[in-house]
């Protein structure tokens, strides 16, 4: 999936059916890994014309949008920061496949079976709902599943909150697949069981019916990600709810479902809603006393302590009264439209680097992440309203100048190249004169 070159297209027909698993074994089984399309990658547009549908619906049936922006905006940030290892490294739930099949593999089944391609559906399935279950259930998994449990709203932009970390402890539980299934087929499967869970993310969709019975809905998702008591810890499927019936995770919805956290982290920085629980780990591995309890801290639940269950104590949870008020960004609507700007472009940055990321040199390949996280940081800041905001804005606008000036950035529209130039010079000015006010006014904050 690395190799682009051998890549095709999807037509408009299969890039809405691959977002909802409806493909075909005979148009999706290939011989070869290379041959595997990022199915991912070509799903951007997908992703954005059904976030346009969502919003319509949502303004047509219930006269609102069906979120916030500064959430929205973080939940596409975690989204944009999950995706830039992929321009260095092939992900590691890939790599890790082809070592154990070019290892240790019993037997071949053929790629191009029909019974291989569904066996496989299968298989990855029930390794993400054990994947999903051990990230809710042992601790440091849980400080990379967290990121996606962040958002207190809960529509299609929650979905692109993903983790950074998560891959990194997921590629174990499809390991066992390696043994008999080749990985262009796992390749095929890994990417449309993740895009299946895109459209679950909504409100707008109340009850499918029968398709309850066997399907991961919107409804059962919904509970997955509430911080009711009765939510917690259920509802772990991907494609398909039977493994939680069958291993008794399941739970229907019924009360109103309040999002996000039972302890929410009230910020809109994407390196924060990353890793606060790692810190937040650490700091609890020190402070507790005892070398199994410390090994406890790491692989119990996130809500054990000492002489708690595994998986600590429901009645600890805190409870909803449905009258929650989700954190929200103070700054003003011009700072936010400012924002909603400076994000926009850093996406069409983002695009035109994956776009170009065969032919440009590590150096700018690098420069460019480094442009984009900071961008996001700086977005977060502002959000935030953290007192350092503004230093860390003129700092991305001058990062923008050099990088354009070296040619590590070039214009998106060749002929706006001037204005880019002036519209960032005056971006310096702005935001260094607010820091150096800031600087004046508060220099040790
Ligand atoms: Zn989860
Ligand atoms: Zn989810």
């Given at each position: 999936?690395?190799?682009?070159?051998?890549?095709?297209?999807?037509?408009?027909?299969?890039?809405?059916?691959?977002?909802?698993?409806?493909?075909?074994?005979?148009?999706?089984?290939?011989?070869?890994?290379?041959?595997?399309?990022?199915?991912?990658?070509?799903?951007?547009?997908?992703?954005?014309?059904?976030?346009?549908?969502?919003?319509?619906?949502?303004?047509?049936?219930?006269?609102?949008?069906?979120?916030?922006?500064?959430?929205?905006?973080?939940?596409?940030?975690?989204?944009?920061?999950?995706?830039?290892?992929?321009?260095?490294?092939?992900?590691?739930?890939?790599?890790?496949?082809?070592?154990?099949?070019?290892?240790?593999?019993?037997?071949?089944?053929?790629?191009?079976?029909?019974?291989?391609?569904?066996?496989?559906?299968?298989?990855?399935?029930?390794?993400?709902?054990?994947?999903?279950?051990?990230?809710?259930?042992?601790?440091?998994?849980?400080?990379?599943?967290?990121?996606?449990?962040s958002s207190e709203d809960y529509n299609l932009s929650t979905a692109l909150r993903q983790s950074v970390f998560q891959i990194y402890t997921s590629w174990i539980f499809y390991s066992p697949l390696a043994l008999v299934i080749p990985p262009s087929v796992y390749a095929v499967h890994l990417q449309f069981n993740l895009l299946y869970q895109f459209w679950i993310h909504t409100e707008v969709i109340n009850n499918l019916g029968p398709l309850e019975l066997i399907l991961n809905t919107p409804s059962h998702h919904r509970v997955h990600h509430g911080r009711n008591r009765y939510c917690i810890d259920k509802n772990y499927g991907g494609v398909l709810i039977i493994w939680d019936k069958i291993f008794g995770t399941f739970e229907a919805e019924n009360e109103k479902v309040v999002y996000g956290l039972t302890h929410p982290i009230n910020t809109f920085e994407p390196i924060k809603v990353q890793l606060h629980h790692l810190f937040s780990i650490w700091a609890t591995f020190w402070a507790t006393p005892g070398c199994f309890n410390k090994f406890s801290v790491i692989f119990k639940g996130p809500g054990w302590s000492p002489g708690k269950p595994r998986l600590g104590l429901s009645e600890e949870i805190p409870e909803v009264t449905g009258k929650e008020v989700p954190f929200s960004s103070s700054a003003s609507q011009?700072?936010?439209?400012?924002?909603?700007?400076?994000?926009?472009?850093?996406?069409?940055?983002?695009?035109?680097?994956?776009?170009?990321?065969?032919?440009?040199?590590?150096?700018?390949?690098?420069?460019?992440?480094?442009?984009?996280?900071?961008?996001?940081?700086?977005?977060?800041?502002?959000?935030?309203?953290?007192?350092?905001?503004?230093?860390?804005?003129?700092?991305?606008?001058?990062?923008?100048?050099?990088?354009?000036?070296?040619?590590?950035?070039?214009?998106?529209?060749?002929?706006?190249?001037?204005?880019?130039?002036?519209?960032?010079?005056?971006?310096?000015?702005?935001?260094?004169?607010r820091s150096m006010k800031q600087l004046v006014s508060s220099p040790w904050k």
């Open positions: 999936m690395k190799n682009s070159e051998a890549q095709q297209d999807v037509s408009v027909s299969q890039g809405v059916r691959m977002m909802f698993y409806m493909m075909k074994p005979n148009e999706t089984s290939f011989q070869t890994l290379e041959e595997v399309p990022d199915y991912v990658k070509q799903a951007t547009p997908f992703f954005i014309s059904l976030m346009l549908l969502e919003l319509v619906v949502s303004w047509i049936r219930k006269g609102k949008p069906p979120g916030r922006l500064d959430d929205a905006l973080t939940s596409i940030s975690a989204g944009v920061l999950s995706r830039l290892p992929s321009l260095f490294f092939r992900s590691i739930e890939l790599t890790s496949y082809i070592y154990i099949w070019e290892n240790y593999r019993l037997f071949s089944l053929p790629w191009n079976s029909p019974w291989t391609w569904y066996l496989t559906f299968l298989g990855v399935d029930f390794g993400y709902y054990w994947f999903h279950r051990m990230a809710h259930e042992v601790n440091i998994m849980w400080a990379g599943h967290q990121t996606h449990h011009l700072l936010k439209t400012y924002s909603v700007v400076q994000f926009a472009l850093m996406l069409a940055f983002y695009e035109d680097t994956f776009a170009d990321s065969a032919v440009l040199s590590h150096v700018t390949l690098l420069l460019r992440v480094c442009f984009i996280i900071l961008t996001l940081t700086s977005i977060g800041f502002l959000l935030d309203q953290r007192q350092k905001a503004a230093i860390v804005e003129t700092i991305r606008c001058l990062m923008f100048l050099i990088l354009y000036r070296f040619g590590h950035l070039k214009p998106l529209v060749p002929s706006l190249s001037f204005t880019f130039e002036i519209f960032f010079s005056i971006g310096i000015a702005f935001w260094g004169v």
